[in-house]
């Protein structure tokens, strides 16, 4: 599975499209990259496109979080992205203008990009009540550590992999279980519990034989008597026992099949 890239800008829309002010990208986990346009750039866009909320909360932080300077970011994404060392990357945003400037990046790389990007459009999650929840705690968080409030990218990316953890909780790895041949030696006979327990040599393994074990019949199991088992781990359940006769090598087979 592709690991997760998130993705959030900040920008002034004009009548030719968004000008970006600041984009931040966050693994899943691992260092982000964060990038925003000189103080000076960001007046010369106010003053082409006066727009008052970008510059109470977009160009006021500017300057709070150590940025790779916007001219050098081409480059820097498309180490950044190599370095995460993934064929592919899913890179989850939730506005469009967000994968826009990705896409504008891209084509000014130096050199061919090695890892695919899937874009994931998550807009929905904006109207998810446990998102929100998430959200909140996280802008609350990052200002009390970082002192970056909303509107900041790297407080919305961090926001955004809030959201998206919380509405899509990462789903654990199946279980690899395992089935092994070990020998064991009977080690006490429960007749109220038909049930037989077992220890392996190495006495790293006791296992139970009981009436749904084939091969052999619990009954007719004593204590000291070897037998030559098939297990399942994780959890352990036994399989099949065969009883070894005293002429039997017992131990000439691989134990981790």
Request: charged share 25%.
């Amino acid at each position: 599975m592709p690991q997760s890239v998130f993705i959030d800008t900040e920008f002034i829309e004009t009548p030719h499209g968004p000008r970006f002010i600041s984009v931040a990208l966050l693994p899943q986990s691992g260092a982000e990259l964060y990038s925003e346009v000189s103080n000076d750039e960001a007046e010369s866009l106010l003053k082409a496109f006066p727009n008052q909320f970008v510059r109470e909360h977009v160009v006021s932080q500017l300057g709070r979080w150590p940025a790779v300077p916007w001219a050098e970011l081409p480059g820097a994404l498309a180490a950044w992205l190599d370095a995460l060392g993934e064929e592919a990357v899913d890179v989850i945003y939730d506005y469009s203008s967000d994968f826009l400037l990705l896409e504008q990046l891209l084509q000014s790389c130096p050199e061919r990009l090695k890892t695919r990007l899937h874009p994931v459009h998550v807009g929905y999650l904006l109207d998810d009540e446990d998102g929100k929840r998430a959200a909140a705690a996280t802008w609350n968080a990052v200002e009390h550590v970082w002192g970056l409030s909303r509107h900041h990218a790297l407080a919305d990316g961090f926001a955004l992999r809030a959201r998206f953890e919380t509405v899509h909780p990462p789903v654990p790895p199946p279980r690899n279980p395992r089935t092994i041949e070990v020998l064991v030696t009977v080690s006490v006979v429960i007749s109220e519990f038909e049930l037989v327990h077992a220890e392996s040599d190495d006495g790293q393994l006791t296992i139970s034989i009981g009436k749904r074990t084939s091969g052999v019949d619990w009954r007719s199991l004593t204590p000291g008597q070897r037998l030559r088992c098939v297990v399942h781990l994780d959890p352990t359940r036994t399989l099949s026992a065969e009883l070894l006769s005293p002429s039997d090598p017992m131990g000439d087979f691989d134990n981790d099949k």
